[in-house]
Structure formats: C-alpha cells, structure tokens
C-alpha cells in the first residue's frame, strides 16, 4: 500500500505539470512516475504469489475461510490487490496518454521549426531569383553593360590605355569635357580608334537597341544623384576586371602554392578586385594577384585546379544573379531533404502506433 501510495504522488506531479514544460522537466517527471510504478506493480506481484499459493495449498487441504480465519484473512488481503492493481493500470493508462501529448507536442513543435526554417529559405530563393522570373529587363541591362565593359576593357588593353584616358575619350565624345553622358555614349564608342571589334553588337540593330545600351550605362549613376553623368571614379572602379569566387579556395602570399602562406581562405560569392594578369606557377597552375572586396586582403589565388574544378570566374551582375540562387536554391533542396528524411523517420517510428490517440493524431499531421 505504501508502494502505490507513492506511485500516487508521482502520478499526481505529472498530472499536475503543464504540457507546455521543459522537456528535461517532463522526462524527469515521467521517469519518476514510471519508476514508483513499477516498484508498485512488483510489490504487488510479490504479494499476490505467496498469498495465492498458501489459498492453494489450504484449498487441496480442505480448508476454507469459513473454517480458517488465517485462510479468510489471506483471501481478504488478495482481494485487497484488485483495487490497487486497478488504480495503478488507470495511472499508467493516464500517464501514457499524458507521454504520448507530450511527445506529439515535442515533434510537432521540431517540424513546425523545421518547415519555418525552410520557408524563410524559400522566400530567400524567390527573391533572390525575382529577376530571372519577372520579364527580364533587370537582366537584360546587366548583361548589356557587362558586355560593354568587356569590350572597353580588351579595348583598353590593346591600346594600352589607361582607364583615365579612355574614359577622357568617351567624356569629350558624349557631348562633354567632364563626365560620360549616358545618351552620348552610342556615339563615343564609334568614335573610339581603332575601332571597337564588337561594336555593331554592343549597338545593336535598332533605335531600342541603343536606347537599352543607354539605360545600362546609366546603371552607373548613383541613385538619387542629380548630376546624370558617369564619373571618372564611377567608370575606373567598374573597368576593373573583376572575379567572383564560385567555389571555396585559400588566397596565399605568393604565385607559387608550395612555397605559399595562407592570406585567408575565400568563401563563394566574394567578389575579387583584378591587381595582375594571370601567371603560371611551376605546377603549371593558372594564379591571379587579386584583392578582395570584403576586407582588402590581397593575394594569389588559382583559378582553376588540375582536376577541372574553377574557383574564379569573370564577375558580371548577370553571373552574381545566377550565383547566388544556384547557392540559395542548394540550401533549399538541403532544408527539403533534412525535413523530408525527419518526417519519414518519425513516421517510420510511429509505424506501429494503433487506435485513437496523440500519436495517432500525429501520424496524420505529419
């Protein structure tokens, strides 16, 4: 009776305790409340056996209780473990039912953050990928003007111009002395000698086509700024080859790796400042002086490895674009398994779970 006295209690704490309970608070609970009872049930059992086999050995005797008070006493103690027995069978029915609530609620509450999680990474791939699914004009006039800067770049190059200079030229052919002007720009670039290679295409074929090359340059004015023209600063910062890292590789100290101390490791998506035209090292490894964007660091990094793997490609806002949702679009189809493999293991785990219930309850929701 003290055995079950005391499995009342613990049964009575947990009835007591909020479902919305820590979980390390409720395991403690449940385990104490498992714990009394199954000292309960076990005095039990060890009362019923001896009792029952003294009722045995005095029933092939002959004797009863109306002829034995011992016998009587022993059939009214056995008859007092039915009720104990009971209320113990409905404790543990109350506390399973009270486990499985708590066990659903737990689960439900880990997949729950589980879809949060990739929701906001949904979102995240939507926006990210907003302009590769609208009508294209946003990608349209990043990749004009990556073309432009390409062919002013290789222009630059093979004249040995310097940024200055040749943004000079296209000042005093748009129509000013100062500063690129966006609408006179068609017009400086078939000025330029030699002539630009690309030129028909970077102008296209009709009045759109020009008007769309336009609007491109243009992208090169601040926002907000009054003065519509593209400055010395504006077009020398842009002309600046630029790489964009699209796979994780260590910038070092010098062209050859083996001699090399790590400056820091680069992260994909950074964008790197072109300070060197690319070199051979000894490995016959392609390695380019670079500095990155983020926090100046300067070094060499390989552009591509001997196995086939690129670590640098050629920044364009078009290729940034598409960079970044193929990075987002991994980190969704990653949440997508991580979730996916929970809810099947869960309910791979709640396979044999019968009847109405929590658990059952459960099964659906998930």
Not at 81 to 95: V, Y
Not at 290 to 299: C, I, L, S
């Amino acid at each position: 009776e003290a055995k079950v006295a005391t499995a009342a209690e613990a049964f009575t704490a947990l009835q007591d305790l909020s479902e919305d309970a820590e979980p390390l608070q409720m395991q403690s609970v449940l385990q104490k409340a498992a714990a009394t009872q199954a000292e309960a049930n076990a005095a039990i059992t060890a009362a019923r056996t001896p009792l029952k086999e003294r009722l045995d050995e005095a029933k092939a005797e002959g004797v009863n209780a109306d002829t034995s008070d011992i016998v009587k006493e022993f059939q009214e103690m056995l008859e007092k473990l039915t009720p104990l027995q009971e209320q113990l069978d409905e404790q543990r029915r109350k506390a399973n039912e009270k486990e499985h609530k708590f066990v659903a609620a737990c689960l439900m509450q880990e997949a729950t953050e589980m879809f949060e999680v990739l929701d906001e990474k949904l979102k995240r791939m939507n926006d990210s990928a907003a302009p590769l699914l609208g009508k294209g004009e946003e990608l349209l006039l990043q990749a004009r003007l990556g073309q432009l800067l390409e062919a002013l770049r290789r222009h630059a190059k093979e004249t040995s111009k310097s940024a200055e200079s040749l943004f000079k030229e296209l000042a005093a052919a748009s129509g000013t002395g100062g500063n690129v002007v966006p609408k006179g720009l068609p017009a400086a670039l078939k000025s330029l000698q030699p002539e630009l290679p690309e030129l028909s295409d970077i102008l296209g074929n009709t009045p759109e086509d020009e008007k769309c090359l336009v609007q491109a340059f243009s992208g090169l004015i601040p926002e907000g700024e009054s003065d519509e023209t593209v400055t010395l600063e504006k077009f020398s910062d842009e002309l600046q080859r630029k790489y964009l890292c699209v796979a994780a590789i260590s910038m070092t100290d010098s062209l050859e790796v083996a001699n090399s101390k790590t400056v820091r490791k680069l992260e994909v998506g950074e964008i790197l400042e072109h300070l060197g035209e690319a070199e051979k090292e000894k490995t016959g490894l392609l390695r380019v002086r670079a500095r990155a964007v983020r926090d100046q660091a300067e070094g060499y990094v390989t552009l591509a490895g001997s196995s086939g793997t690129t670590y640098l490609e050629v920044y364009t806002p078009f290729l940034a674009c598409v960079r970044g949702v193929e990075e987002v679009i991994a980190e969704v189809w990653e949440s997508v398994s991580q979730t996916s493999a929970y809810l099947k293991q869960k309910q791979d785990e709640l396979r044999s779970t019968r009847g109405p219930g929590p658990l059952e309850d459960l099964k659906k929701e998930l």
